[in-house]
């Protein structure tokens, strides 16, 4: 097998942080924000929805290959790029730099909020055991405390906005470098379409933590001695 040149190695390198960045991480916060949002539906539509998940067969390796090591590739990719490159807004204050520069500020502020994020729902979950309490009750009651004071809240409405922010302009320098969108209108264009979207994906998040904080609702196990 020829060994890839330098030029060639960074290239692929960057090829793969972008495309991890659109698949699976895009698509599962756009997945996970909608399903979240099922709690501004009905308490028991988000009930449902959290044991459908909790009970899929294999659970734990699509979680891990499909969620935490491609979040793990994306983001220590990204860390090297934020450390290798230098921030030049100072010399080069245009709309676009200002945007790219922001997506890694951005990146930086949603792995710290993941590590929070998911140390206070998937980490008592794997603490607790799986098989002691019927999933749905034990998260939303987790959920509720989250949002019941405003530090909580806030931190939540920063790695949303951050998180919805970093994916969409992510969406959009993907398009320019894959060759999807060419010439500056199409590049326009498109930065409203995804600026849009990114907004409808933030407001999701939003009426979800509103939902919570406002209707702070308990559940009981569907399952019978499912949950104590
Ligand atoms: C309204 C805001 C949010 C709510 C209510 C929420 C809720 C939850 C819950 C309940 C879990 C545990 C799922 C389970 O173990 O079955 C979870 C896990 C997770 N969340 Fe969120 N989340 C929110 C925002 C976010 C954001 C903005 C991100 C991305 C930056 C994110 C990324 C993750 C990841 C990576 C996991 C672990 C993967 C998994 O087990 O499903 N979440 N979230």
């Known amino acids: 097998m020829p060994i890839p040149s330098q030029d060639r190695a960074h290239f692929l390198f960057l090829k793969l942080h972008s495309l991890t960045g659109i698949f ?72 676009r730099n200002w945007g790219y520069t ?25 603490l607790y055991g799986k098989e002691q309490f019927e999933a749905a009750p034990f998260l939303i009651d987790i959920m509720n405390r989250e949002f019941s004071n405003w530090t909580g809240r806030f931190l939540y409405l920063v790695g949303i906005v951050s998180a919805t922010y970093h994916f969409c302009m992510g969406l959009w320098s993907f398009c320019v470098s894959w060759g999807i969108i060419i010439g500056p209108a199409a590049q326009r264009n498109a930065g409203i379409v995804f600026a849009l979207f990114g907004l409808a994906l933030t407001a999701l998040g939003v009426a979800t933590v509103a939902e919570f904080s406002l209707d702070p609702l308990p559940v009981d196990a569907t399952v019978e001695g499912g949950a104590s």
Not at 102 to 126: C, D, E, N, S
């Open 102 to 126: 922001l997506q890694r500020i951005t990146g930086a502020v949603v792995f710290f909020f993941l590590i929070y994020h998911m140390g206070t729902t998937v980490g008592p979950k794997l």
């Open 24 to 95: 699976p991480i895009g698509a599962f916060l756009v997945l996970h924000l909608s399903v979240n949002s099922l709690r501004t539906v009905g308490v028991w539509q988000y009930q449902l929805s959290i044991d459908l998940i909790n009970n899929l067969p294999f659970l734990i390796v699509i979680e891990t290959l499909f969620i935490y090591i491609p979040l793990l590739i994306h983001s220590l990719m990204g860390f090297y790029i934020i450390f290798s490159g230098k921030i030049n807004l100072r010399h080069y204050p245009y709309p």
